[in-house]
């Protein structure tokens, strides 16, 4: 049986309608359910599945270890998985299921990977701009607030005019979970910003986006993601350069500076201390490799 005519396709079709027009996702979660969901149906008559009622715990257990040997890693396993409890949760609160099968299932953990940062002085590398254009201000301006805010992807293509008070050297950011919170981005930002807004108006804006593309509309995140990393190999940085990296390099400088965690915490918008405790982790990279260099007892090869 093809996916188009599965008996299970009508619910997980309504299912995306109501992460679009009740829950409002963005379209590349929206993609990814539908995606993760999919994938599911397209094993179901493995398992004879031919209705979401039909699904128990053992059903469940088989459809991720057949994901797993289609060659699934730890994390995919927990989006498919987490995709699949999300949708059975919304059949139980439509009252189709009595209750939830996927709850309880638990997938391998998948390894908790360092983030990587690039150093202070490699910043200043990256953002020593040659500002021979417009778009060259614009790029140098992003990678201010990107850095200055430690900003996730979106929430820098995101801000609008009205989001920014420059002379507080403020900004207005609506981050995960539709949780707002104002940041300070730094006198260099700020800088950067008003050298931007005086050339904004030369791109025709079509909108109240701070940020352009030449089209004069809104910025993408992937033409974000596509100029930082050209800024990168321009700038001959020895590391591929992202937005993530930037902001990984923000809060590592934050925290080595300070040792606040807290205060890490609240800048970056993490909802749970823990997700902001893995780069205690780099700092003490950085602190142990100084000790090893330096401590008597903990140089190597002497007596």
Same mark, same amino acid.
């Given at each position: ?6 008996? %299970?396709?009508?619910?997980? @079709? ?5 992460? &679009? ?6 379209? %590349? $979660? ?6 993760? !969901? ?8 493995? #398992? ?23 060659? %699934? ?7 498919? +998985?987490?995709? %699949? &409890?999300?949708? +059975? ?15 309880? #299932? ?14 202070? =002085? ?10 021979? =254009? ?16 430690? +900003? ?6 995101? #801000? ?19 949780? @707002? ?5 730094? &006198?260099?930002?700020? $800088? ?8 904004? =108006? ?22 974000? /993601? ?19 990296? +930037? ?18 915490? @609240? ?14 982790? !780099?700092?003490? /990279? ?16 002497? $007596?």
């Amino acid at each position: 049986m093809s996916q188009t005519d599965s008996p %299970l396709l009508p619910a997980v @079709e309504a299912f995306l309608r109501f992460l &679009r027009v009740e829950r409002q996702l963005s379209p %590349l $979660t929206q993609s990814s359910y539908h995606h993760q !969901l999919q994938a599911l149906i397209a094993m179901a008559d493995d #398992i004879k599945l031919t209705d979401w009622a039909q699904l128990d715990a053992a059903k469940v257990r088989m459809l991720t270890a057949r994901s797993k040997r289609a060659g %699934l890693g730890a994390s995919s396993l927990a989006l498919r +998985l987490s995709a %699949l &409890r999300s949708f +059975l949760d919304w059949q139980v609160h439509q009252g189709v299921l009595q209750a939830n099968p996927a709850k309880g #299932i638990s997938t391998p953990r998948a390894p908790r990977h360092l983030p990587k940062n690039i150093d202070v =002085d490699e910043v200043g590398q990256l953002l020593n701009i040659d500002l021979n =254009d417009p778009l060259a201000v614009r790029d140098r301006a992003m990678l201010e607030v990107m850095y200055g805010a430690g +900003l996730r992807l979106s929430e820098l293509v995101g #801000i609008n005019l009205g989001h920014v008070d420059l002379p507080s050297g403020e900004i207005w950011v609506m981050g995960k979970g539709s949780k @707002e919170r104002k940041l300070p981005i730094g &006198r260099t930002a700020v $800088t950067w910003l008003e050298n931007w807004l005086a050339l904004r =108006d030369l791109f025709g804006p079509e909108d109240d986006a701070m940020f352009l593309s030449n089209q004069g509309r809104r910025i993408s995140t992937r033409n974000v /993601q596509k100029r930082f990393a050209e800024w990168g190999v321009k700038q001959g940085v020895n590391s591929h350069i992202h937005p993530h990296k +930037l902001r990984h390099s923000f809060a590592t400088h934050v925290l080595e500076s300070s040792g606040d965690l807290r205060a890490v915490q @609240e800048l970056l918008g993490h909802a749970n201390l823990s997700t902001t405790q893995i780069y205690t982790h !780099l700092d003490f /990279q950085h602190l142990a490799s100084v000790y090893d260099a330096a401590h008597p007892r903990a140089k190597r090869g002497k $007596t």
